[in-house]
């Protein structure tokens, strides 16, 4: 049986490479007895293709069970997939046969097998392995036989990961993964697909048909469905039932489609290199930078009102005194033109101790962030003695980052 064959038995329309190549494996697994995981999102049919490799197998007489594992209470799952014996918890009135029971020698498809309990993962293990299992409240060891097809929508592997799937069931499970692709991924088919809807809902609802002009046909295959098939064939029917309008057009279209949920927030750059972002550790530098000179200056006013003028206060701190004068200068000042730096004059009571130079030399601050990186890395060092660790602290960034600026920079 060829992909269009089993198209038209099972009623799949599109024409799509990543839905044919979906049907070809499904196709190909099908007549051995291995099991299979579907993986794809909400609404995309996976249950069909269940359908698909049953029908397709050596099993397709015996009996097919589909089982939504999310929707039964964790305290039950156990007995309804395995059954359990009289009296065995409360409410257990009588013997009970389980889904793995009844089923022997079919299929059994499993879905969203990712919200099965971790106890019920364990037992599930043991079934696909060696076909055994043990009703609850029962010592006595049962045999089974029966094909199981898993499926869900979740990442497994990340669920693996997060501890909320074993690893073991994973790769048992996953002998052959068969993905199934998103409508988004399959937009030459969301017009033929709503079409098919539109003329099933327009006949069984005895409503004139229905027709989209091409502004609605481009909507149509623009928008996202993230409910997939199952979204779409629940707008035809919307629109089949309620629209006075037969010729739809893409305002009429848009009244329909939920609006697609987007955000503006900024969003977390997850690091999956292990290092430290470079810009992110230079914007905080920078910041750093900033913030010390404006700690040094208030230092350096404190000082001065404090203790007045010195020899040491003006030559250590001459670039911090020059930027606090050019900063004050009168707004009309033209940034083209030149003013005179700044000349401190001692008080005539104090000559005696020092000679003042008759104005502090202006010093041009550099602007190159290389160079403010590496001094400030260099004064965190001589501040804690060369001790790293502290000085990474200090700088606001990991020890592993500071020993590769120190290398960078040739510091060491």
Not at 271 to 276: A, L, M, P, R, V
Not at 326 to 352: G, M, W, Y
Request: proline letters at 4%.
């Amino acid at each position: 049986m060829d992909i269009q064959d089993i198209k038209n038995r099972f009623g799949i329309i599109g024409n799509s490479p990543l839905l044919n190549r979906a049907i070809d494996v499904a196709r190909q697994v099908a007549p051995t007895d291995i099991s299979i995981l579907i993986t794809g999102e909400s609404g995309s049919g996976k249950e069909v293709f269940s359908h698909i490799i049953h029908q397709l197998s050596s099993r397709k007489h015996g009996a097919f069970i589909a089982v939504n594992c999310g929707a039964i209470p964790e305290g039950t799952i156990d007995s309804e997939l395995f059954g359990h014996e009289k009296g065995s918890f409360t409410g257990a009135h009588e013997a009970r046969k389980g889904y793995f029971e009844v089923v022997n020698g079919g299929t059994i498809f499993l879905d969203e097998v990712a919200e099965l309990p971790l106890s019920t993962q364990a037992r599930l293990l043991r079934v696909l392995e060696s076909g055994e299992y043990l009703r609850v409240g029962s010592s006595k060891v049962q045999k089974t036989n029966v094909r199981v097809i898993a499926a869900t929508n979740v990442d497994v592997y990340e669920a693996v990961k997060a501890g909320k799937f074993r690893e073991d069931l994973y790769y048992r499970l996953n002998t052959v993964p068969l993905r199934i692709p998103p409508l988004r991924d399959r937009r030459e088919d969301i017009h033929l697909l709503f079409r098919k809807f539109v003329a099933d809902f327009t006949d069984k609802y005895r409503s004139p048909s229905i027709q989209l002009t091409d502004d609605a046909q481009q909507l149509l295959s623009n928008y996202n469905w993230p409910g997939n098939v199952r979204q779409l064939k629940n707008i035809a029917e919307q629109i089949a039932v309620l629209e006075k309008e037969r010729l739809i057009t893409s305002q009429i279209l848009q009244t329909y489609l939920p609006a697609e949920r987007t955000s503006t927030l900024p969003m977390r750059l997850e690091n999956k290199s292990g290092e430290d972002f470079s810009e992110r550790d230079l914007l905080y530098k920078v910041l750093f930078d900033m913030k010390k000179d404006m700690v040094e200056l208030k230092k350096l006013v404190v000082e001065l009102l404090k203790n007045g003028i010195n020899a040491n206060t003006i030559s250590d701190n001459s670039p911090y005194l020059n930027q606090l004068y050019r900063e004050v200068q009168p707004s009309s000042t033209s940034s083209n033109e030149s003013f005179s730096p700044l000349t401190i004059h001692q008080p005539a009571a104090n000559k005696e101790n020092f000679e003042i130079a008759p104005h502090a030399e202006e010093v041009e601050e550099s602007l190159s962030l290389v160079e403010k990186e590496s001094d400030l890395i260099k004064r965190a060092l001589k501040k804690y003695k060369g001790k790293r660790k502290l000085a990474a602290q200090e700088l606001g960034i990991s020890e592993r980052t500071l020993y590769r600026k120190i290398k960078d920079l040739n510091l060491s």
